[in-house]
């Protein structure tokens, strides 16, 4: 794949904004934007796929609270709501 960043004299990668990251993935062939898409739904051509990124302590925080039922009663409010068509899309 093309490179679309560009490397400091340290040799890592400089930050760009999500502004910039756009635009790079817009002058993406379409063969590159596939593999790109493919990567980060965790396509198992990739070596790491977004699919497989270590969770941050949020993300454990939250699976934690699942396993000890303390979404629960949201999770049974929303399907609720689902069931009795209050819920609309969003703007």
Known sequence: MRKL??????GKIAE?????IKTAIEQL?????AELAAW???SPRRV????????DEWD????????AGKSAAIL?????DIKAGRLRDMP
């Open 5 to 10: 960043e560009e490397q400091s004299s340290n």
């Open 48 to 55: 790491r796929p977004v699919a497989d990124w270590k969770d």
């Open 40 to 42: 980060l739904h965790g």
């Open 29 to 33: 062939s379409f063969e590159e934007r």
């Open 76 to 80: 049974r409010e929303v399907e609720d």
């Open 16 to 20: 760009m904004s999500l502004a910039e």
């Open 60 to 67: 454990e925080q939250m699976k934690g609270d699942i396993a």
